[in-house]
């Protein structure tokens, strides 16, 4: 089942997000280091228009270092994007982003005195808790779960920055899907829009391949199965995953090695590389393209009216039905009125 979670409050805080930015002068757009593309809302885009926008890698402590800069490098081949990487763990590197605030909004106008800064990005990538440590104290609520604050909070830090902490927002329709399992293996889609199954399987399949290794450490494994089924039943044994009778409890397996990922205890883990998400967008692409042509092929057959075949067979069986109907009516008649004549 595909991953899907754009709940009407989300719809409200995009308008009202786009409500507020004429009073903005910059967007620090937080992205998930463990997956810098699928985290990225290209709802988010749409609305930037041409205000400076720093992209912040958070979670960078969760992530696999060696693709976090694979992936800064990849989106800076585009001049106009600057990433920077940042962590819970790594408070000073997060109080360096009012440096590039500063930085960023002087090289566009450089008598700006008051700035202020709207924090967007998707569900519970850690948004308010970067607004927390630019604070210095708490002062935006932040939970472990997606959709943490409901309504936009500005939090002035007093030497002319203002920052505006904003509800976390998906979009409508993932047109990747494996962007969609990602998300919800992260944690950025409410628990209750998930299926565990699904996005476990997604999960196992990738993990086997990327990280071996981690997997055979972490849930004491000789070897690593070919297949995520394989893999998912070995794991559920060593970790009692196992429900009465002796069948695997596929549904726990997969909900504990979500969590495990969730929370780090499987290693430092990105769920992307440009490479898969430049081979993905392709073959969506493709898919779209074979749509769009079948479409046009329908639309050709019919062109000549609005009936579809089977309504149009129909009609021709009850027009032939009806024929032979007064056929059989009209010879019927005949006969009576010959007898008639004959009795006459
Ligand atoms: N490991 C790790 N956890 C983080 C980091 N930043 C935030 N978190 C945790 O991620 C969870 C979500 O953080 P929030 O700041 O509430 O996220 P948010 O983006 O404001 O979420 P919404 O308000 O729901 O959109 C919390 O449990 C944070 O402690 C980080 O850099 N590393
Ligand atoms: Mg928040």
């Not at 992209?55 to 585009?78: G, M, V």
């Not at 106009?80 to 009012?98: A, F, P, Q, R, V």
């Amino acid at each position: 089942m595909a991953v899907h979670w754009f709940p009407g409050h989300m719809h409200k805080a995009l308008k009202e997000m786009q409500e507020a930015l004429s009073t903005v002068d910059i967007l620090i757009e937080v992205l998930d280091a463990r997956l810098p593309y699928s985290s990225e809302n290209p709802e988010i885009a749409r609305l930037r228009g041409d205000k400076p926008c720093l992209k912040i890698f958070n979670k960078s402590d969760l992530a696999d270092p060696e693709l976090t800069a694979e992936w800064q490098a990849h989106l800076e081949q585009d001049r106009s994007i600057k990433t920077y990487t940042t962590s819970l763990e790594d408070k000073g590197n997060t109080k360096h982003i009012i440096e590039l605030i500063r930085q960023t909004c002087a090289a566009k106008n450089k008598s700006i005195k008051n700035i202020t800064a709207m924090i967007i990005g998707i569900p519970n990538v850690g948004k308010s808790t970067i607004v927390n440590i630019l604070a210095d104290r708490v002062i935006a609520k932040t939970g472990n779960e997606a959709g943490v604050t409901k309504n936009q909070q500005r939090i002035n830090l007093g030497s002319g920055i203002v920052l505006l902490d904003t509800p976390g927002v998906l979009w409508p329709k993932f047109l990747n899907p494996n962007s969609g399992y990602r998300l919800g293996i992260s944690g950025a889609v409410k628990d209750t829009a998930l299926e565990y199954d699904d996005i476990g399987f997604f999960a196992a399949d990738y993990l086997i391949k990327a990280y071996p290794e981690y997997l055979k450490t972490r849930f004491k494994l000789d070897h690593i199965p070919d297949t995520e089924i394989e893999f998912l039943e070995s794991a559920a044994k060593t970790r009692g995953a196992i429900m009465t009778g002796g069948r695997v409890n596929l549904h726990k397996i997969c909900e504990l090695l979500i969590g495990e990922f969730r929370t780090g205890k499987l290693g430092p883990v990105s769920l992307e590389t440009p490479a898969m998400i430049e081979a993905e967008l392709a073959e969506v692409a493709r898919i779209a393209e074979k749509k769009a042509a079948d479409k046009l092929k329908r639309k050709e057959r019919f062109k000549d009216g609005s009936l579809t075949p089977d309504k149009h067979d129909r009609k021709e069986v009850r027009t032939k039905k009806r024929g032979e109907q007064s056929a059989r009516d009209k010879a019927r008649q005949q006969e009576i009125n010959k007898q008639k004549k004959k009795r006459r």
